[in-house]
């Protein structure tokens, strides 16, 4: 049980575009849904925690014109990076909660901005 | 914000050889995670720790949850070489998670 997928699992986009990336869960309803950004040979970092039918909250330093985060069910939520630009290049992974004790993380999407 | 400092950076070890990796903090926690994560995938849950001085045990691994609670580790007995990847203590207070640089794991066979 507690399974999250995200799709794509992997995004090449050119600089200016926007890239949307879903992030669901499969067999439980997450009322919170994390989005991390992961670095090479780093750390996750959270982003945003959204909560479904509110606006997301955002990390410092995260620009939230820039990701643009919708959490539209329990079952699903999507991170939109806008004007997508070469330092926008990571490994994004989400994760779903449906208790304030654990998190379960989709397998990741890797952008790509050219 | 709270700051996890994880040990080791990384580790190469011999096949059937034992590991033990540790978090400690600065604040106190409730929660301790550790994940492992390998490359190209998200992080995949291995223990969870509840309560502090809790020892659990999951296979191989073994984890414990400091007294203090504001430190764990990790245990991983008679490696083999699917162990390799990357392994993060986390911490949670109220879905608020934190994660620890991460140890990288190198097993020779």
């Known amino acids: 049980g507690a399974v999250v997928s995200q799709h794509p699992s992997r995004v090449i986009c050119k600089s200016g575009t926007s890239v949307k990336i879903e992030c669901r869960s499969l067999?439980?309803?997450?009322?919170?849904m994390f989005w991390y950004r992961q670095f090479p040979k780093q750390s996750l970092m959270l982003m945003a925690t959204?909560?479904?039918?509110?606006?997301?909250?955002?990390e410092q330093g995260v620009e939230k014109d820039k990701f643009l985060i919708n959490h539209a069910s329990l079952t699903l939520s999507t991170l939109t990076v806008t004007s997508a630009h070469p330092e926008d290049s990571s490994f994004y992974i989400c994760?779903?909660?449906?208790?304030?004790?654990?998190?379960?993380f989709g397998p990741g999407t890797r952008l790509t901005v050219t | 914000g709270q700051q996890l400092n994880q040990s080791p950076q990384s580790m190469f070890i011999q096949e059937g050889e034992d590991v033990s990796m540790n978090c400690t903090s600065s604040?106190?926690?409730?929660?301790w995670l550790w994940y492992k994560q390998d490359p190209g995938e998200g992080p995949v849950l291995l223990i969870a720790?509840?309560?502090?001085?809790e020892l659990t045990s999951n296979g191989r691994l073994t984890a414990q949850f400091g007294i203090t609670r504001k430190d764990s580790f990790l245990n991983i007995s008679a490696s083999i070489p699917s162990d390799v990847g990357i392994y993060f203590c986390a911490v949670n207070n109220n879905n608020d998670m934190r994660f620890g640089a991460g140890t990288r794991l190198t097993v020779k066979p």
């Open positions: 959204s909560n479904e039918g509110s606006k997301a909250t955002y």
């Open positions: 994760s779903g909660s449906d208790s304030p004790y654990e998190q379960y």
């Open positions: 720790l509840y309560k502090a001085g």
């Open positions: 604040s106190i926690f409730n929660t």
């Open positions: 067999d439980f309803q997450a009322t919170t």
